[in-house]
């Protein structure tokens, strides 16, 4: 495939897709690892209280290693719902809700490949340590 139609694909994919997205937003690593830890594997379906509860101890554990990271939980999840990388669900059991990280078949997508999470995470960490990303 030509390079001009390659970038011109990858360009769309970068409007349209939240896997592209979560890589340009302002803190990725911690949104995709916060993700991760919270929606993800048996627990991929959890009430929205629950969620800013452990995400809520997860940012303080950050802000004492030294990470700026002003909002709450509720505020961020909100974003991240904006940018397309969870979905709020109604619960039939209760008045609440429930958040699901919204995935291709369990995994991020990239180009046309699968990666799984933990690829994505490594990969996403080693370009920032190198400074591709700063």
Same mark, same amino acid.
Request: no cysteine; charged share 30%; proline share 3%.
């Given at each position: 495939?030509?390079?001009?139609? @390659?970038?011109?694909?990858?360009?769309?994919?970068? /409007? /349209?897709?939240?896997?592209?997205?979560?890589?340009?937003?302002?803190?990725?690593?911690?949104?995709?690892?916060?993700?991760?830890?919270?929606?993800?594997?048996?627990?991929? &379906?959890?009430?929205?209280e629950?969620?800013?509860? @452990?995400?809520?101890?997860?940012?303080?554990?950050?802000?004492?290693?030294?990470?700026s990271?002003?909002?709450?939980?509720?505020?961020?999840?909100?974003?991240? @719902?904006?940018?397309g990388?969870?979905? &709020?669900?109604?619960?039939?059991?209760?008045?609440?809700?429930?958040?699901?990280?919204?995935?291709?078949?369990?995994?991020? &997508?990239? /180009?046309?490949?699968?990666?799984?999470?933990?690829?994505?995470?490594?990969?996403?960490?080693?370009?920032?340590? @190198?400074?591709?990303?700063?």
């Amino acid at each position: 495939m030509p390079a001009t139609a @390659r970038a011109l694909r990858l360009l769309q994919r970068l /409007e /349209e897709d939240a896997a592209w997205r979560l890589l340009r937003a302002d803190n990725a690593p911690i949104v995709a690892a916060l993700l991760k830890e919270h929606l993800d594997g048996e627990h991929n &379906r959890l009430a929205a209280e629950d969620v800013y509860e @452990r995400i809520d101890a997860d940012l303080e554990d950050l802000r004492a290693h030294g990470l700026s990271l002003p909002q709450t939980a509720q505020a961020d999840v909100k974003q991240w @719902r904006d940018a397309g990388f969870v979905v &709020r669900r109604s619960t039939a059991d209760s008045r609440g809700e429930t958040l699901v990280v919204l995935r291709a078949e369990g995994h991020v &997508r990239l /180009e046309q490949e699968r990666i799984p999470w933990d690829v994505a995470l490594a990969a996403l960490s080693a370009a920032i340590a @190198r400074g591709v990303l700063a």
